[in-house]
């Protein structure tokens, strides 16, 4: 009889199953080729609606908003969508790591945004990996008008911010009880309705592979996101979250491979100043007074 593993070492397992997800996605979106964003964001979302749908039915769940989540739901939604779509544009036009590594500083802006949400009070150490985490974003953004990559970039930027303005907004309803399934579907559909318009507009033809692989993008981020949900269900978000960060490194091999893809020695610069802060933030102990 083979022994069953930790909770925590499930955890991790699906933490970096997460990371190779979102990886295959981003890869997918690249592959795509010259599309309109809004038509590879519109695609990624179908997809993840379709699955969220599979699972509220699966367990029986109602599809209703739960009683004071209906505004953040629909902040969530409005974040989530420009966070897709300014990383989506990163992944087209950056190298796939510099885009991965811009959108990984979302939960430096969780914080951020924790503090003016949710009145989350921040100790002096968070307040320093944050500053760390801009900083080490200023190496990969290099803002200098010479910098023919600065544009993608900043767009790259607030895609986290949007990322992690997002992710708070999911904190306050799950503390709710809102259903993950519920807050997935919601995201999709608003995402879905929001592109559809400026999809029919700007419509390009797609091949076979095109929308095979847009589809493919949609299955990746389905599973990244039950993936990570996973994750977060067997340990806390403190003991597995920085496993998240192997996405850089899985976006760095993928991007060689697929796209001979180099990050700069100045990104690899931000990458790690970046990492150290996350790092940092999860095997720190506890301050005190903190959440217990």
């Not at 269900?233 to 998240?244: Q, T």
């Amino acid at each position: 009889m083979q022994p069953k593993i930790s909770r925590k070492t499930a955890a991790v397992l699906l933490m970096i199953l997460s990371a190779l997800s979102f990886t295959g996605m981003n890869a997918c979106v690249r592959i795509a080729g010259d599309l309109p964003t809004v038509q590879k964001a519109f695609f990624r979302n179908f997809v993840a609606a379709i699955f969220a749908v599979i699972m509220l039915i699966r367990s029986h769940t109602p599809i209703r908003i739960q009683q004071g989540c209906k505004i953040p739901m629909i902040m969530r939604a409005v974040c989530g969508t420009i966070g897709v779509l300014c990383n989506f544009y990163a992944v087209d036009n950056l190298d796939l790591a510099d885009a991965s590594m811009l959108n990984k500083l979302s939960p430096f802006f969780a914080v951020i945004f924790s503090m003016i949400i949710l009145k989350e009070k921040t100790s002096p150490i968070q307040i320093i990996t944050i500053i760390m985490a801009f900083t080490g974003s200023l190496f990969i953004i290099r803002p200098t008008f010479s910098n023919m990559e600065l544009i993608p970039s900043l767009i790259g930027f607030t895609g986290g911010m949007g990322a992690g303005a997002a992710y708070t907004f999911v904190r306050y309803m799950k503390q709710r009880g809102e259903k993950s399934a519920m807050i997935v579907l919601f995201f999709s559909m608003f995402s879905c309705l929001v592109t559809l318009p400026f999809m029919i507009a700007g419509f390009v033809p797609m091949n076979g592979i095109q929308l095979l692989t847009l589809l493919l993008a949609g299955l990746f981020a389905a599973g990244g996101q039950f993936a990570i949900t996973g994750a977060y269900a067997f340990a806390p978000a403190k003991e597995v979250s920085v496993y998240d960060y192997s996405q850089v490194i899985f976006s760095a091999i993928t991007g060689f491979l697929l796209f001979e893809q180099i990050p700069s020695a100045l990104s690899f610069i931000g990458y790690f100043i970046i990492i150290s802060a996350a790092v940092w933030t999860f095997v720190r102990p506890q301050d005190k007074g903190g959440e217990k």
